[in-house]
């Protein structure tokens, strides 16, 4: 553990509130320069994790370094060199898009002249300078992102925490925000960023799933799938209910999720074949149905990560 | 004052860029200054953009001057009353239009039972009764005998003291019948008119303040909490002592205009003449200002929510208004409420504004009262920077 090598690394990181453990003896090592993903279920500790990290909270147990400080005691010596977006906007409603942005500018002391460079620069790069004088609070979703993550990143910091950035904002907003994150991590800056979307978890250097506040699966995407715990086959049918049923009822079947009239189904990770054995399964049921082999994809992870409970909470 | 506040602001160096590291005190200085007008700038434009708490800003004091210049009125003029005059002789009758002369009672009710008034005295329809006997001639030369009756309403306290006043003027109608007695001669200094808005408008002017500044800083922490903004505003680099500094400087200069809306028009209004300096007085209220903001700055950071604020500030401001003396004479308190008394800021600016607008005092007349506020708003700014985390839990 060296916190030159790494942005950010923790050791038995842990928080409770009361009886509840939110963050649970979190090992993590953040390299530099990467876009480091923080994927989980509502209350798995992602937020908390955060929070913990930017020394808004002191840890019960363990500890953590960022960028060379120690959380939270040198806390305030971090400030300046990242910046965390939280999951609410938690920017001036009743301000207007530059004065939000010159707000955080001075709170960031930055100079009159290096602020009127930086805010031109971002409202340039996140297509604010049509909307410097709405309100924020009349901006929509994706406009009020892109005005977050403009003001987070005036500073030029070296360290990004987003928490779940992308939670109200349309697909082709989120596709650009992620076209801006490579920008920045390809600039030097190591992001944080947690999310609910596994199409955005693909796209991190590297991701830990988090489930009840303890660290599950750590790993790049395409590792993680390819170490996937299970083997997974989808089944197109007319009568998906009744497969389902069928299937849930099998010991080496270890989670149904159904997508329309398609299946797709987890196998216990030691069988021979599969597809054969399912389409067996069903044609003794005698139920009409198409089984193929597929690979695994992230949200397989998730779910075997979260333990199969057969939930799709995700 | 901003000096003394800033302990160590030159940490914000930044490692990485050794260009940039620049320990010297006036960087720090000038990077602190530049946190603090984020806040005071932003302070601002969330004033201007409520229009509503504008408004009330401005116009509230000038419409408290009016109401409480015209209504705390602690003078009775023109009190309802009744006349009973068995006597019905051109003396009697002079009696009591020298009663009536003083304005302090109008014979709006005449009658020629007494009890019938008394009645409608109990209604509240009167508020006094003078009762003239048919004997009153005789008793005129009958040196030592009250000549008549005044029963007077003294529920309120303020119109025995009127009343007593106006019996003084009896004597003088028996004068004239050529009895001569003693009379108490009253001399008032500083109000010679004894008319009471002359003592009201001067602590009036704290009082104002004191309602508004409290008010307005109690929900300034808080809203910020409640409109999810303090998550971010605590991860910017912004400390604690700037932060509240920057809360209160707008307001010092809304409670500054605010001084001058009730002064000039409570001096206007009620003629009330000023003996010592304007600078006095402003340079008297810059301070109580200031101290009546920190107090609502350090019920912001008890409070969890605005509705918590507010209440938190009336029950602060309650027992303020009564202890200041403005309500109730100071030298009547027990001693153990004096002290209390003395903990609240108005308690001393009260004294402080009757001390210049009325007695011509200086700043250094009073100079211990002026370091008592002083020495209020320290503390009442270390409780909010000090309460302050930058934390959540």
Redo the contacts between chains.
């Keep these: 553990m060296n916190g030159n090598d790494y942005a950010i690394s923790c050791c038995g990181l842990t928080r409770r509130f009361g009886a509840v453990t939110a963050v649970d003896d979190l090992n993590l090592d953040v390299p530099r320069g990467r876009i480091f993903g923080f994927l989980g279920p509502n209350g798995s500790g992602k937020s908390t994790t955060m929070r913990l990290l930017c020394g808004l909270l002191a840890p019960s147990a363990g500890h953590a370094t960022v960028l060379g400080c120690r959380v939270p005691e040198e806390a305030e010596k971090l400030r300046l060199r990242m910046g965390y977006m939280t999951q609410k906007f938690s920017l001036y409603q009743d301000l207007t898009v530059i004065e939000n942005l010159r707000f955080v500018a001075r709170a960031f002391s930055l100079g009159q002249r290096r602020m009127k460079e930086r805010i031109a620069a971002n409202s340039a790069l996140y297509q604010l300078e049509s909307l410097h004088s709405r309100l924020a609070g009349t901006l929509s979703g994706g406009q009020r992102q892109r005005l977050a993550l403009a003001a987070v990143t005036l500073h030029e910091p070296q360290l990004l925490l987003l928490d779940e950035p992308t939670s109200a904002v349309d697909p082709q907003s989120r596709r650009d925000f992620w076209d801006r994150l490579f920008e920045l991590a390809e600039q030097g800056a190591t992001i944080l960023v947690s999310t609910h979307f596994m199409d955005e978890a693909e796209r991190c250097h590297r991701l830990t799933f988090l489930d009840r506040g303890a660290m599950v699966r750590e790993g790049a995407p395409r590792d993680l799938m390819n170490r996937l715990e299970a083997l997974t086959v989808e089944i197109d049918t007319e009568a998906p209910r009744r497969t389902r049923a069928l299937l849930g009822t099998q010991d080496w079947v270890r989670a149904v999720t159904q997508l329309g009239n398609r299946l797709r189904v987890m196998l216990m990770p030691d069988m021979e074949e599969p597809a054969e054995k399912v389409r067996e399964l069903l044609g003794e049921a005698d139920l009409q149905a198409v089984v193929r082999r597929t690979p695994a994809t992230l949200e397989d992870v998730f779910v075997a990560a979260t333990g199969f409970g057969g939930s799709q909470r995700a | 004052m901003y000096l003394l506040l800033l302990p160590d602001s030159g940490?914000?160096s930044?490692p990485?860029r050794p260009v940039a590291r620049n320990p010297t005190v006036v960087a720090g200085v000038?990077?602190?200054l530049?946190?603090t007008?984020?806040?005071v700038?932003?302070e601002i434009?969330?004033l201007f953009?409520?229009r509503m708490t504008l408004g009330m800003i401005l116009g509230l004091p000038l419409l408290q001057i009016v109401l409480f210049g015209y209504a705390i009125n602690i003078d009775v003029r023109h009190a309802p009353s009744g006349l009973v005059d068995h006597a019905n002789t051109s003396m009697s009758r002079q009696l009591a239009s020298a009663l009536e002369a003083t304005q302090v009672v109008d014979f709006v009710r005449r009658s020629g039972n007494v009890s019938e008034l008394l009645d409608e005295m109990r209604s509240g329809a009167i508020r006094t009764v003078l009762y003239i006997p048919p004997d009153f001639e005789r008793r005129l030369s009958d040196a030592g005998r009250p000549v008549a009756q005044l029963m007077v309403d003294a529920s309120d306290p303020s119109r025995i003291t009127a009343t007593e006043r106006i019996a003084q003027y009896l004597p003088s109608v028996r004068g004239e019948a050529g009895q001569f007695q003693m009379t108490l001669a009253i001399r008032n200094y500083y109000n010679p008119e004894r008319r009471s808005s002359v003592q009201i408008v001067p602590a009036l002017v704290g009082v104002i303040l004191n309602f508004t500044m409290i008010v307005f800083t109690s929900v300034a922490v808080v809203r910020e909490r409640e409109?999810?903004?303090?998550?971010?505003?605590?991860?910017?680099?912004?400390?604690n002592h700037e932060l509240m500094l920057g809360k209160i400087a707008p307001y010092i200069l809304i409670g500054l205009a605010q001084v001058t809306i009730v002064y000039f028009a409570g001096s206007w209004l009620f003629r009330v003449p000023t003996a010592g300096s304007l600078l006095d007085l402003y340079l008297a209220s810059l301070v109580f200002v200031a101290a009546t903001l920190g107090i609502g700055l350090s019920i912001s950071t008890f409070a969890r929510t605005q509705f918590q604020a507010i209440q938190g500030a009336i029950m602060f401001m309650l027992p303020m208004l009564l202890l200041s003396g403005f309500m109730f004479p100071f030298e009547g308190m027990p001693k153990v409420v004096q002290w209390i008394a003395y903990l609240f800021p108005l308690t001393h600016f009260v004294e402080v504004a009757r001390g210049i607008i009325l007695r011509g005092a200086t700043l250094g007349d009073m100079a211990f009262r002026m370091y008592a506020i002083s020495g209020l708003f320290l503390v009442a700014m270390l409780v909010p920077v000090l309460r302050f985390s930058?934390?959540?839990?």
Excluded: C, H, Y
Aim: charged share 35%; proline share 3%.
């Design positions: 940490a914000a930044v990485d000038w990077r602190s530049r946190r007008s984020a806040i700038t932003k434009q969330q953009r409520e409109r999810g903004n303090l998550e971010f505003l605590i991860t910017t680099p912004v400390r930058k934390r959540l839990d």
